[in-house]
């Protein structure tokens, strides 16, 4: 499986650049046309044959013919009235659902093996879950001139345009404007196939990237961990540490060993033989390895990160309203500048509350904090049960993915959805147990249905698999209900990922009142309040990070795998010397780094601390409204339009820290 991973990323690396498209000027024909149509259509059609001709011609190049085929083609396919127009916009809604859904089934297919436990790999499985049947549509849409029709008649727009109009566009309008997005690029299948193999492979490394606790030292040479612990990173070993806090007598020990796995993953110091391999004794301390080479893993996490970025970076020039990766996540799928998504994180993380809650947690823990500390979990009413008990609750109601998709419906009657839509949504979605951490897989068709992935061990779902589960469940239901419930599926989904990750949180945050462990008073809610805090400062941190790190590609195109790893370490060291070591007292940590999604889900980090923040939103409203199901199908029904649009109408304002550092400040009035 590695070899096979180290090989795909062996050849994007080798990749060159494509030759830049050839085109001709269209100029005299755009002007020709502009005229000619006018006449037939009027006047008033005037300021949209201008802006679809332009951007017919900023794409057109001359394998698409010549000039007068390009009048021929804009001659034929402008729709001139608002009837045609209509026609050819249901045209393509119907058309889109189709293709987008059936692409997306055999995808999911194709990686159904490598995500899923469902029996043993093959080599020929890692091809198969980094192959992508859709690469080629846009590029197929382009040369039968379909796309070329979408860009005649409706509007590709930049982020600004959508900002200044956001209020003044229709229901039916917004669904134009995400149409036309469609087509805003012409990315050659090549490249998005490209794109493909490295982000498969990336994927693939880590959903793989297990340590056996079991055999893991503690700094006094003790083996602290049971003999079966498997722990994936970073997922689990992050959540691990969380988990300790309710083990006075093993639990530091055991929190230290973890970091010190953590600084060996990120630096690239871990022995290759500690990854994923059962029965070999590590130190992590000293670094010793026994019964096994001591040879350390070769730079592979950043060789799968810069495969990622070189892969990314060939998109760039076919891109020319979002030329980099990062214009891509932030202005085409986010909807939000980072400049502003920045200086949000800023706020959070230069907030005078955080020393307060710092100070909490060290009074909590009862010594001077630690670089893991970032990750405490003693804020949650988890706190007053131990893992393992936790574990066995969870294991005997979850024995498999049927038990807990047959418990569904009780538990979203429990969030405040009536009976019957209850029902309707557990109906909705599938139920799998993943190979990796776990994750909520959409749907894009409104006959198919989303799938929601977790890990289940052999004895049964343990809390961190029913952790997720909760978290991926809030995605689901999302998912289904702004697909199937919403009037154009040119709208699905929510404005950018950070909304759904919000939705999710809501969900998760309930995840013990739903086995009946928790029914929280206030100051069980304010203890909430400041995990949701706490996490929203230590994730902030990490998402500043990933946006630097890809600044620094960026910057530095020609790097190798060991320079991007000095340049991560040196930019997590200095995230971390600049916000986090005035609050913990302890200076130069790297773990700001060690998160997955930096390798396998590009700039992806961002959308946990917005998250966090449109949470704290949501939760005001659903406190308002008083129960959980009504208000998440009212604003998950929405779509995707402009995000600042969708939290005024969610909860009457726009998209921003002010509710988390509010709700923060009032529970440290309540904690005692």
Sequence with gaps: MRKLLVLILMVLLAATADAAPARIDLQPSIAKMRGELAAKYGEAQRARIERGLTQVAALWRTEDGGAADFEAFARANFAGDAAAQDELFQRMELILESVDGHMHEIARDLARQATLEVGPLLPLDAALAAYDPSAHITQDFF???????????????????????ANGWTRREWAEVRLASRFDKR????VNLEMARAYGAAEQYIAHYNIWMGRVRAENGDQ???AKLRLLAHWNLRDEIRAQYTDREHGLARQRAIAAVMERIVTQAIPQAAVDREGVDWNPFTNEVKGAPQGREPDTRYAMLLGTFLAA??????????????????EDE?????ARVRAMFEQVLSSPLAPRVAQLVRERVGRPLEPFDIWYGGFKPRGRYTEAELDAIVAKRYPDARAYKADMPRMLRELGFSPERAAWLADNI???????SGHALPAARREDKPHLRTRIEPGG?????????????????EQVLSLKSIDHTLLRGVPNNAFTEAIAFVFQSRGLQLLGLERPDAQAQALAMLDEFWSTFEIAGVSLVDMQVWHWMYEHPDATPAQLREATLGIAKAAWNRYFAPVMGVRDSHLLAIYSHMVGYTLYLPNYALGHM??????????????VGPEIERIATYGNVLPDLWMVHATGKPLGADALLGRTARALAVVK
């Excluded at 970076?313 to 932030?330: H, K, M, N």
């Excluded at 599938?430 to 990796?436: C, F, I, N, P, S």
């Excluded at 704290?616 to 008083?626: C, Y």
């Design 313 to 330: 970076r060939r998109a760039d020039e076919w891109s020319p309203t979002a030329p980099t990766l990062i214009r891509r996540r932030f």
């Design 614 to 627: 449109i949470t704290s939103q949501v939760e005001e409203q659903v406190e308002k409204a008083g129960a």
């Design 143 to 165: 040369a039968n001139k379909v796309a070329f029709v979408v860009l005649l008649n409706f509007p590709v727009t930049k982020l600004d345009e959508r900002v200044a109009h």
């Design 187 to 190: 990315i050659p299948s090549e």
């Design 224 to 226: 602290p961990f049971p």
């Design 334 to 338: 986010g909807d939000v500048p980072e």
């Design 430 to 436: 599938e139920v799998d147990a993943a190979r990796g």
């Design 461 to 477: 779902m343990n809390y961190k698999g029913y952790d997720i589960a909760v978290h991926e469940m809030g995605h689901n239901v």
